[in-house]
């Protein structure tokens, strides 16, 4: 599956809402869901493999729970606040690609 202009759009917003650069995004949409193909994808809209931290709706993998998201945009947002949160902050702040 092609990367469509919504992911471009949502990279976008990540960007501007959470200060992770687009192509961050972008490249982990690729390579966490292969561009939204992925079976937990399809089945979760959990497009950045985000493990289930205890709260929120979960799919149940064979040996994990993962974030399960009502629409794609929420996968976007929830990756944004991860790496822009204090654990990741450091390794994306100031980022330009």
Same mark, same amino acid.
């Given at each position: 599956? !092609?990367? %469509?202009? %919504?992911?471009?759009?949502? !990279?976008?917003?990540v960007q501007s809402e959470y200060g992770v650069h687009a192509s961050v995004t972008i490249a982990a949409y690729q390579v966490e869901s292969g561009a939204g193909t992925s079976p937990l994808s399809k089945a979760s809209n959990n497009f950045f493999s985000i493990m289930w931290t205890g709260s929120g709706d979960y799919y149940q993998g064979s040996t994990r729970k993962w974030r399960k998201y009502a629409t794609k945009w929420e996968s976007f947002e929830d990756f944004g606040k991860l790496l822009s949160g204090k654990k990741y902050s450091a390794l994306t702040a100031g980022s330009k690609n």
């Open positions: 599956m !092609a990367i %469509t202009q %919504t992911d471009i759009d949502y !990279a976008l917003k």
